[in-house]
T-cell receptor, first 113, second 114 residues
Framework: GENVEQHPSTLSVQEGDSAVIKCTYS??????FPWYKQELGKRPQLIID?????GEKKDQRIAVTLNKTAKHFSLHITETQPEDSAVYFC????????????FGAGTILRVKS | DGGITQSPKYLFRKEGQNVTLSCEQN?????MYWYRQDPGQGLRLIYY???????QKGDIAEGYSVSREKKESFPLTVTSAQKNPTAFYLC?????????????FGEGSWLTVV
C-alpha cells in the first residue's frame, strides 16, 4: 500500500462529531476509489465508493470527496455514533499495479460516547 | 459478501508443515485474490488470479502457492518456507479483474503457528 497513503492512522472523536480520513494516491490514471469498514475480527465491507468522473458522493451520514488534480480523496462521517468505531481502509486502482486495488494502511476510528 | 466461503475459520500449523486455506465463490466472478492482514496492519496482496488456470504474484508471494483450476475456487497453500505465517487471511473476488469493480471479501481464516 505504499502508493496509497492514508491519514491519520488513529482518530478519536466524540459521539456526534464529524470524522474525516484522507488518502492520497500516486497514479493520475486511477479511476476507482472505494472505502471499506472492518470491525474487529471480521471482513472488510464496502461502505462507499467513487469513480473518477465525479467529485463527491453521499450516502446518509457518509460522504466521499475526490480531488483528481491533487490526487487525494477523503471519507467524511457526520454525526458519528459508537457503532462507527472500526478500522477504515481506502483503496485505489493503480495502473502500475495492473489496475488492481491497492489499499491504504487503515485508520482506527474510535467514537467516544 | 455471502457468496465467498473460506475454510477453515481457524487453523493451527506446526513448524515445517504446509497448510491449505480454501476459498470458494458462487458469484461467477472472474478474478480472485488472497490478502494477508497482520494485527493492526493493512491488507497485503499475496496472489491474484484474473482467469482460470492463470495467476500472478502479489506483493508478498514468497512462501505461498495457489492454483486456479476452477473459476469458483482459489485455494492458498502456506508452505513451510513462509517463516512467519501467523495472520488473518482474506480471500476476495470481483468481476472484470479489478478494473474499477468492487472487491468482495470472504469472512477470513485465522492461521496460527504452534
Amino acid at each position: 500500500g505504499e502508493n496509497v497513503e492514508q491519514h491519520p492512522s488513529t482518530l478519536s472523536v466524540q459521539e456526534g462529531d464529524s470524522a474525516v480520513i484522507k488518502c492520497t494516491y500516486s497514479d493520475s490514471a486511477s479511476n476507482y476509489f472505494p472505502w471499506y469498514k472492518q470491525e474487529l475480527g471480521k471482513r472488510p465491507q464496502l461502505i462507499i465508493d467513487i469513480r473518477s468522473n465525479v467529485g463527491e458522493k453521499k450516502d446518509q451520514r457518509i460522504a466521499v470527496t475526490l480531488n483528481k488534480t491533487a490526487k487525494h480523496f477523503s471519507l467524511h462521517i457526520t454525526e458519528t455514533q459508537p457503532e462507527d468505531s472500526a478500522v477504515y481502509f481506502c483503496a485505489a486502482t493503480l495502473m502500475e499495479y495492473g489496475n488492481k486495488l491497492v489499499f491504504g494502511a487503515g485508520t482506527i476510528l474510535r467514537v467516544k460516547s | 459478501d455471502g457468496g465467498i466461503t473460506q475454510s477453515p475459520k481457524y487453523l493451527f500449523r506446526k513448524e515445517g508443515q504446509n497448510v491449505t486455506l480454501s476459498c470458494e465463490q458462487n458469484l461467477n466472478h472472474d478474478a480472485m485474490y488472497w490478502y494477508r492482514q497482520d494485527p493492526g496492519q493493512g491488507l497485503r496482496l499475496i496472489y491474484y488470479s484474473q482467469i482460470v488456470n492463470d495467476f500472478q504474484k502479489g506483493d508478498i508471494a514468497e512462501g505461498y502457492s495457489v492454483s486456479r483450476e476452477k473459476k469458483e475456487s482459489f485455494p492458498l497453500t502456506v508452505t513451510s518456507a513462509q517463516k512467519n505465517p501467523t495472520a488473518f487471511y482474506l480471500c476476495a473476488s470481483n468481476d472484470r479483474g479489478g478494473h474499477g469493480n468492487t472487491i468482495y471479501f470472504g469472512e477470513g481464516s485465522w492461521l496460527t503457528v504452534v
